[in-house]
């Protein structure tokens, strides 16, 4: 007999930033007794080198099984078919679901995919949204979605009140995009997560409440909100899921043994750790920069560049580097166990894209942050990171959008050496301290996912 007493269908947008977080909400909810299956596409499963085994996996189809949107003309073509065919396959595994006795209860779904009401509805279940952004980026979403914000912002200094938020926005702190037909639809797809969304029955966000109290009341207002994060394995928090040490997915095999072999042998929080992602793709000139930038700051580094970014690197850079290792002054690799490395102790300071995923676990292991947002909602997370929770700085661009190698020298310099990067590194500290403890029991995130599971139950023992 089953020890299930409620069946939650998990429904991702099919790009690894958006599936870790929704897979790490899942262990929580698997770990109090909720049955979970996540259904991403068969394209996505496809180029995965790792899957999780901790929970069950139907893969639906988005039209586009071959390739994913790699397939599709146009952003706008892919959409359109995802949401034909998506509904479809849902509402077919919801049936083989139920055909093999493990009834759904509930859709928890990303709000990129907002059809998923839909056929939340058709079924009579209960429907979660599940915001991988945090609630500042969402409130200005909203906003945009009513009307009252553009993007692009119509002047470059224009200066933007959030609701809840006591600094001032600026235009290069909104999410940004480039200007071209297909940024038009994505503008669209981030807006459109609040067509329907006064259709659900919970709206949960990857963040937690200390970190954003006033924006979180301001939103509450509106939609019935739930902060649940930070949606990273439990190891690195409040170690109440013992099996739970890494997200279980990657689309890049990480070199395990050569990071932590070298960080092994550098000296206690000495090391800048420099990352854009698994999407983020700098231009030739900025990854110049940003090389002369490392090795003119004279701090050991290890830097992430994936093979397909090598090519960009300077003429013969990474010749350089080897000539030098004996002095352990930087190590370049194609993909790392990103936590593992934020959490080793010769860690001192994080280069970051600054997107949310990255952010967070950042925060929950007290990791200050040198900032170089490139798009989406990067900026404004960046701008959250300096001026409202003062766990890092900004390298600011200059006017051909580049950011300068002196730039990045005296950020890392400041972050990792000076008198105010001091009052950076005790910030991270609290905040890591905070992080662990809304995770834990009785904490701020973990009250909410309970109440949330216990809604469940009484619903499923209807």
């Not at 979970?36 to 790792?50: Q, W």
């Not at 002047?155 to 038009?184: A, R, Y």
């Not at 890591?432 to 403890?437: D, G, H, L, P, S």
Request: aromatic letters at 8%; glycine letters at 4%; a negative charge.
């Amino acid at each position: 007999m089953s020890t299930h007493k409620a069946h939650c269908l998990i429904l991702p947008y099919p790009v690894q930033g958006h599936i870790n977080p929704m897979l790490q909400f899942s262990k929580r909810l698997q770990s109090k007794c909720v049955k979970i299956t996540i259904a991403p596409t068969k394209s996505f499963l496809k180029n995965m080198k790792e899957l999780p085994t901790s929970v069950s996996i139907e893969a639906i189809s988005d039209g586009y099984d071959d390739d994913g949107i790699n397939q599709a003309k146009t952003y706008e073509s892919y959409l359109a078919r995802f949401k034909e065919v998506g509904s479809d396959t849902l509402a077919q595994l919801i049936q083989k679901l139920a055909k093999s006795g493990c009834h759904v209860n509930c859709i928890v779904y990303d709000p990129f995919l907002p059809w998923a009401v839909e056929v939340a509805k058709q079924f009579g279940l209960i429907s979660a949204a599940f915001f991988t952004q945090n609630c500042v980026v969402d409130n200005i979403y909203y906003h945009v979605h009513k009307g009252v914000i553009k993007l692009p912002p119509t002047k470059n200094d224009e200066k933007i009140l959030i609701p809840g938020l006591s600094c001032t926005i600026e235009s290069s702190d909104v999410p940004s995009f480039e200007s071209s037909p297909e940024s038009d639809k994505l503008v669209e797809l981030l807006v459109n997560q609040f067509s329907n969304l006064d259709k659900v029955d919970w709206v949960l966000i990857n963040s937690f409440y200390e970190l954003e109290k006033e924006v979180i009341d301001w939103m509450s207002k509106i939609y019935p909100i739930k902060t649940i994060g930070p949606t990273i394995p439990s190891m690195y928090l409040d170690k109440r899921l013992h099996d739970d040490k890494e997200y279980g997915l990657s689309m890049f095999k990480p070199m395990t043994n050569e990071c932590l072999n070298w960080l092994n042998h550098q000296p206690i929080s000495s090391v800048l750790y420099v990352s854009f992602g698994s999407l983020a793709k700098l231009g030739s000139e900025q990854m110049e920069e940003l090389a002369w930038g490392l090795k003119n700051s004279n701090k050991s580094f290890l830097w992430v560049v994936r093979s397909t970014e090598e090519s960009k690197l300077p003429k013969n850079f990474l010749e350089e580097l080897k000539l030098t290792s004996d002095n352990n002054k930087g190590l370049v690799v194609s993909w790392c166990p990103q936590l593992q490395v934020l959490e080793h102790e010769s860690i001192g300071c994080f280069l970051t894209h600054c997107g949310w995923n990255s952010t967070l676990e950042a925060i929950s292991l007290g990791v200050p942050m040198v900032t170089m947002p490139q798009w989406s909602d990067q900026p404004t997370n960046a701008k959250l990171v300096k001026d409202v929770w003062e766990i890092g700085v900004r390298a600011k661009q200059d006017e051909k959008g580049i950011v300068r190698r002196e730039v990045i020298e005296e950020c890392i310099k400041l972050v990792m050496e000076e008198d105010k990067g001091k009052l950076i590194r005790e910030n991270a500290k609290k905040w890591k301290e905070i992080a662990r403890n809304v995770v834990d029991e009785g904490g701020s995130s973990d009250k909410n996912i309970e109440e949330f599971v216990s809604k469940l139950m009484t619903i499923s023992s209807k």
